[in-house]
């Protein structure tokens, strides 16, 4: 590389691709289950339930798109709200047993891609590039790139 401007170029340019392939990729995983809605149901484990508007905040996005998306994790049978039992005014979404099971089956296959590509790696090159990710996540603000 000639200078940091033409890496940095590299690097936003390969970075959209992997963005492109990891949502391609998320459609062949489940034919229910966009890069969106994984997400989604990642999040909710994660927290193990958070109100719609959690949702909204985290992601930065409005709540009628949180509101559609939603909706459409309740249709698939994905996604349940539950009264918070501390306030009764609020709901609290939770997977259900269905959507435990589709997200366990999309992040095996997500891991069984991963491995598979990185086959060929050495751990030294894996071990770095773990390192760089840990990294630039780390210097990421919820506000862009």
């Known amino acids: 590389m000639a200078d940091r401007g033409e890496s940095i170029e590299v690097i ?20 229910e289950l966009s890069l969106v809605s994984f ?18 905040a985290h992601y930065t996005l409005d709540k009628s798109t949180i ?3 939603v ?16 306030d009764h005014r609020v709901h609290v979404l939770h997977l259900t047993e269905r959507g435990v099971g589709v997200l366990a089956q999309v992040t095996d296959s997500r891991r069984i891609a991963f ?12 071990e770095r590039f773990a390192e760089y990710l840990l990294r630039y996540n780390a210097g990421a603000s919820d506000e862009g790139p």
Do not use: I, N
């Open 67 to 69: 509101s559609r998306q």
């Open 12 to 31: 936003q340019r390969e970075m959209t691709v992997f963005a492109r392939r990891a949502r391609a990729t998320a459609a062949r995983m489940h034919p």
């Open 71 to 86: 909706a459409a994790l309740e249709k698939a049978g994905l996604v349940e709200r539950r009264q918070d039992p501390a």
């Open 115 to 126: 491995r598979e590509r990185l086959a060929g790696w050495s751990g030294p090159d894996l």
């Open 39 to 56: 997400t989604l149901l990642s999040h909710l484990e994660d927290r193990q339930g958070c109100r719609a508007t959690d949702l909204a």
